[in-house]
């Protein structure tokens, strides 16, 4: 999605402010030199009885934010879900992308962020 007028600053505190208040959890990364944010939160019991293993552990998604720079004061936010199992598990936790059909959710979290910003824009 491609945001015209903001600071990268100031997307990246909408794009928390929204994921947060769509019950995920902020995710501590590395420190990085691009504007990179990850939320998580536990999926559903489906995608547990799904995706999961025998065992009790649930399954929970993974969502990775972009946030990079274009010219004349753009920015391009982008975010990959993921699908984790073992979560927590420092040897077996494991990442899978989901594919582009799983996304509508996100579309409408990065449609709220940009109404958020594009707003506050004078």
């Known amino acids: 999605m491609v945001i015209s007028g903001p600071r990268p600053f100031e997307t990246a505190r909408a794009v928390s402010e929204i994921f947060q208040q769509a019950g995920y959890k902020p995710l ?32 929970w998604l993974r969502v990775k934010v972009r946030i990079a720079g274009l010219e004349e004061g753009r920015l391009l936010v982008t975010c990959d879900l993921y699908r984790v199992t073992d979560h927590g598990d420092a040897h ?10 799983k996304k509508g ?3 409408d979290l990065l449609d709220q962020v940009k109404a958020r910003v594009t707003r506050a824009v004078p």
Do not use: I, Q
């Open 28 to 59: 501590p990364l590395p420190d990085n030199k691009d504007m990179r944010l990850a939320f998580e939160k536990p999926a559903g019991a489906m995608a547990t009885v799904l995706y999961g293993d025998w065992d009790s552990n649930k399954v």
């Open 92 to 101: 077996f936790e494991a990442e899978h992308k989901v594919s582009h059909v």
């Open 105 to 107: 959710p996100y579309r």
